[in-house]
């Protein structure tokens, strides 16, 4: 029978988790009292479950225990799941239809270098500032509505005031207008010892190279005050970030989530339509702009500076072709739309054919 764990007990179980990934989000929500545990007994558990609202799931304990379903009965539709290793797959796969997953990236900070990360703060373009997060920074974030996860965190911390007590970060901002920033938790410092990167750049300034600069600021004040910053990639492009700056040794590992109904080919566009033609505009425009360097004869740092943009806009589109292969893969997908799908995927296909003609173009250049 699974019992519900007192919410003061919940620390008590803590061990079991210490090895999941993404376990700093877990620990800041722990600390925030925003977490539920179960467990079959509270003495010697067979099966211990974290449930953070509807939005993920963590489990640890005997996947092989004949209890198991009656935790995985507790888990909502399409909150994440994460487990202490792939061998959970096979057990948790067989309970629900539809069944899929996420790829995520766990990199190490051993290797971080101070005098790296100096290097890589490099000036700002004029009419940019960079600074520490302070209240009216947050403050401008609501009433800009920079991204929607950033407004959700100061909304679910209770305020403008609450995040920047319980946060460290900072921001790139043109003029009074925040295009760019980085925070980190300090929720999860006593029980992890280090503090998880969360970074958002606003659309229109992506691909220019500033959330390398503002990560850069971020990671240089925690090293120096010995605190240790984890990052755990969502995609490429985050694993990309992440490898420039100094994390080494990637570790890819897999989370879950199950839904009642599969993907759609609506839902598909609905998800990555905006992404797709927001790459198609970047690509457009860095062509354009490739005709009057090519006319001039650039210099190198030109050359690398357009392959390093178009570097992101191909890393952008194929990323939506790395989900999608996902979802065909974990049998996800609607019977009858597969094939568009399939046809999806190849318009995609095409256009990352396009973009590497271009390079190759721009690597001929004199």
Known sequence: MIQQIPQNQLMNFWHYFKNHKMKNP???????????????????????????????CYLAGNNESEKLKEFLAKIPEKAIIYVPSLEWEPRLKPYWTYFGYLSRTELS?????????????????????????????????????????????????????????????????????????????????????????????????????FATLVSAKLI??????GIEPHWDAANPLSSKLATKLGFTDPEPYKCYYWRNKPWTISELKEAYDSQFKKGLENFELLKSEM????????????????????????????????????????????????????????????????????????????
């Open 26 to 56: 877990l620990a800041q929500n722990l600390a925030w009292s925003k977490v539920k545990g179960f467990s079959d007994n509270l003495d010697n558990p067979d099966i211990v479950m974290f449930l953070f609202n509807h939005w993920a």
């Open 109 to 209: 900070a051993q290797n971080l270098s101070l005098e790296k990360i100096r290097r890589l703060s490099t000036a700002l373009p004029e009419g940019f500032q960079i600074k520490r997060v302070d209240l009216e920074v947050a403050k401008r974030i609501l009433s800009q509505n920079l991204a929607d996860h950033w407004v959700n965190v100061i909304n679910y911390l209770g305020g403008p005031e609450k995040f920047i007590e319980e946060g460290v970060g900072f921001c790139i901002q043109e003029g009074e207008k925040v295009v760019s920033i980085v925070m980190g938790y300090k929720a999860s410092m006593p029980i992890t010892q280090s503090i998880e990167l969360d970074i958002v750049t606003h659309p229109d300034y992506r691909g220019r190279g």
């Open 220 to 225: 240089e004040y925690l090293l120096k005050e």
């Open 291 to 366: 005709g009057s360097f090519s006319a001039k004869g650039q210099e190198n740092v030109v050359k690398y500076s357009l392959l390093s943009r178009l570097n992101k806009i191909y890393e952008s589109i194929n990323g939506i072709l790395l989900n999608i292969n996902r979802f065909l893969e974990s049998r996800i997908v609607a019977d009858s739309d597969i094939p568009q799908f399939k046809e999806y995927a190849k318009k995609i296909n095409l256009q990352l054919n396009t973009i590497d003609k271009l390079k190759h173009e721009i690597l001929s250049l004199d």
